[in-house]
């Protein structure tokens, strides 16, 4: 087992060398249950029946999605990578979802690691029951902060509000964001709003956030936005890839920090396979990939288009099965939260 470094919480792009990491757990994993206008909103039509309480996912899958997530655990620390895991849960019993996908409840940035506060009601004590014995862990470092959600006791909905003609899921009576709605490019955060993420939610952040960080915001051109890391892809200081049905060179070169990045569109649209099958999202998932030091990269190892498009980019990529994962909601980075990269 590769030992925690110090800082034990630092880190605020996705490409630096990476050190510390929480690889998530997918034990007892079942299908999300929230009000039917979020579901349609944001996940594939022909699932939406699964997402009603107590329906676990099929055992064979969370099975399988285990044991992808514990190799990915061991390949990461055979690159001498500190690696948490989170307790496991049984999130059936508790009306939770899952412990596999922590990037939405959880972001470094600096030496700060900043919980969500999630839109979903069955989110609410996901970070709290997997990750508390983790994040009281790196608190122990002085030089750390840990910004924890405000207790769920009492708090209002954020769906009762929503307007028929409204574009998102949810209102804005209190904050609510996914940290996955957000990348971190060194001082600058980008981010989007959408059915998770409100503008309360976003300036919440921008408190939360160290001195000296700033959040934007990029025109999201999505309707079914949830989780900006299958939109923008970042390989390492500079380069870019980027979904070209979900956003555009034009509109992230706004972005000042972007402006003289390489970019290059994922070239075509990612092949949805057979089995297993994909519950919650769409096949861009690809996209969703782990950079371990802006080289070597994690990627899933059926996707072949990108290892070689990574590879003539001076990628090296690295393939891991995440297939299973899929399933549940998302790849290797939903499925992991970096904590500390080598500071440049
Ligand atoms: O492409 O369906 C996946 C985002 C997962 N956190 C999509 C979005």
């Known amino acids: 087992m590769i030992p925690p470094v110090?800082?034990?919480?630092?880190?605020?792009?996705?490409?630096?060398?990476?050190?510390?990491?929480i690889v998530g757990r997918a034990e007892h994993s079942c299908f999300p249950s929230e009000p039917a206008r979020m579901i349609e909103a944001t996940m594939?039509?022909?699932?939406?029946?699964?997402?009603?309480?107590?329906n676990p996912f099929p055992p064979e899958i969370v099975k399988a999605a285990t044991e992808e997530l514990?190799?990915?655990?061991?390949?990461?620390?055979?690159?001498?990578?500190?690696?948490?895991?989170p307790k496991e849960v049984n999130w059936t019993q508790v009306g939770g979802y899952t412990g596999a996908m922590p990037r939405d409840?959880?972001?470094?940035?600096?030496?700060?690691?900043?919980?969500?506060?999630?839109?979903?009601?069955?989110?609410?004590?996901?970070?709290?029951?997997?990750?508390?014995?983790?994040l009281d862990s790196i608190a122990k470092d002085p030089n750390v902060t840990i910004v924890r959600r405000p207790s769920?006791?009492?708090?209002?909905?954020?769906?009762?509000?929503?307007?028929p003609d409204q574009l998102w899921a949810i209102d804005n009576t209190r904050p609510a964001f996914?940290?996955?709605?957000?990348?971190?490019?060194?001082?600058?955060?980008?981010?989007q709003l959408s059915h998770v993420t409100n503008m309360k939610g976003v300036e919440y952040l921008r408190k939360a956030v160290p001195e000296g960080y700033t959040v934007e915001l990029i025109d999201v051109q999505d309707k079914h936005a949830m989780h900006i890391d299958t939109t923008i892809a970042p390989l390492r200081e500079g380069l870019l890839l980027y979904n070209p049905e979900r956003t555009s060179?034009?509109?992230?070169?706004?972005?000042?920090?972007?402006?003289?990045?390489?970019?290059?569109?994922?070239?075509?649209t990612p092949k949805a396979h057979a089995y297993p099958p994909l519950y919650m999202t769409s096949a861009w998932l690809t996209l969703n990939f782990l950079v371990l030091d802006g080289h070597k990269i994690v990627i899933e190892e059926q996707d072949t288009q990108l290892q070689d498009l990574l590879r003539s980019l001076g990628m090296e990529p690295i393939l891991c099965p995440m297939r299973n994962v899929y399933c549940l909601g998302g790849s290797l980075h939903c499925a992991t939260v970096d904590i500390v990269r080598e500071s440049r």
């Not at 594939?44 to 029946?49: A, H, I, L, Q």
């Not at 006791?153 to 769906?159: K, L, N, P, R, T």
């Open 6 to 21: 110090t800082p034990a919480a630092n880190s605020d792009n996705e490409w630096s060398p990476l050190r510390s990491i």
């Open 44 to 54: 594939p039509e022909e699932y939406v029946g699964e997402f009603k309480p107590n």
């Open 70 to 85: 514990d190799n990915l655990a061991r390949i990461l620390e055979a690159e001498g990578i500190h690696v948490y895991r």
């Open 105 to 134: 409840g959880l972001m470094t940035v600096g030496n700060t690691v900043i919980e969500s506060v999630y839109a979903w009601e069955c989110r609410r004590q996901e970070i709290k029951l997997g990750f508390t014995e983790i």
């Open 152 to 163: 769920p006791a009492g708090e209002q909905s954020v769906y009762e509000k929503v307007l």
């Open 178 to 191: 996914d940290t996955a709605d957000f990348l971190r490019f060194g001082k600058v955060l980008i981010g």
């Open 249 to 268: 060179e034009e509109i992230l070169r706004k972005h000042d920090v972007l402006k003289n990045w390489e970019m290059h569109p994922y070239p075509g």
